[in-house]
């Protein structure tokens, strides 16, 4: 695609349900990134796919939150048990493993949890 | 290991006045260095990278970035500021391998009438 595309644009959910967030990326982009941004914040790292290689968790703030990514197509995000903290704005980036190419970033799903 | 330093979660400038945002990143092997801005309720976009050629480093709207190693800096600058200047910028870096992009904090600019 042209561009890396995030679904929905808004979710607002209630506290105890699940979520699930997708991200497409820009086609033959290897490495993927999540991220949080609270409101008023800077990022968040969430968890970073490369390629077929493990990908690195680190970020994920608690068992509550996952994702997947088969390949190099659609990731999703899944946040169970949502909490009214989970409130934020989730960003998708992808890019190559080139260091040297920037990452791409989608426009972001904003959660809501009521 | 790579780290970015952002100095100054905000920074306020008037209008018409130098803009500076500082950058410093740590990293084991040669970086790429990158500044993203992001506008009120959008998704980040790059303003400019380094890539090891030129130090010197001119992007959109006219900020450019100065690769200095020696300090280990890669601050933002724009001789002129202007309200639509008004964002969050975010300093980044990566490098080959397979490192993940780090980014820093991120510092909002306020460009005052």
């Known amino acids: 695609g042209a561009g890396v595309s995030q679904s929905p644009s808004n979710k607002v959910t209630e506290k105890g349900k699940d979520v699930e967030l997708r991200c497409d990326p820009i086609?033959?982009?290897?490495?993927l990134y999540w991220y949080r941004q609270r409101l008023g914040q800077g990022l968040e790292f969430l968890i970073y796919?490369?390629?077929?290689?493990?990908?690195?968790k680190s970020g994920l703030p608690s068992d509550r939150f996952s994702a997947e990514r088969t390949g190099e197509s659609v990731s999703t995000l899944t946040i169970q048990r949502t909490q009214q903290e989970d409130s934020a704005v989730y960003l998708c980036?992808?890019?190559?493993?080139?260091?040297?190419?920037?990452?791409?970033f989608g426009q972001g799903t904003r959660l809501t949890v009521v | 290991a790579q780290s970015v330093t952002q100095l100054g979660s905000h920074v306020s400038v008037s209008e018409g006045a130098l803009v500076l945002l500082r950058c410093n990143y740590s990293?084991?092997?040669?970086?790429?260095l990158f500044w993203y801005v992001q506008y009120p309720n959008q998704g980040l976009q790059l303003l400019l990278k380094?890539?090891?050629?030129?130090?010197l480093v001119k992007g959109i709207n006219g900020f450019e970035a100065e690769f200095k190693k020696s300090e280990t800096s890669f601050h933002l600058t724009k001789p002129s500021a202007h309200m639509s200047d008004a964002a969050e910028y975010f300093c980044?870096?990566?490098?080959?391998?397979?490192?993940?992009?780090?980014f820093g904090a991120g510092t909002r600019l306020f460009v005052k009438a």
């Open positions: 380094y890539t090891s050629a030129a130090t």
């Open positions: 796919f490369q390629g077929n290689s493990a990908p690195d």
């Open positions: 990293s084991s092997v040669p970086p790429y």
């Open positions: 980044a870096v990566s490098n080959t391998g397979g490192f993940k992009t780090i």
């Open positions: 980036a992808s890019t190559t493993l080139q260091g040297s190419t920037e990452a791409f």
């Open positions: 086609s033959g982009h290897t490495a």
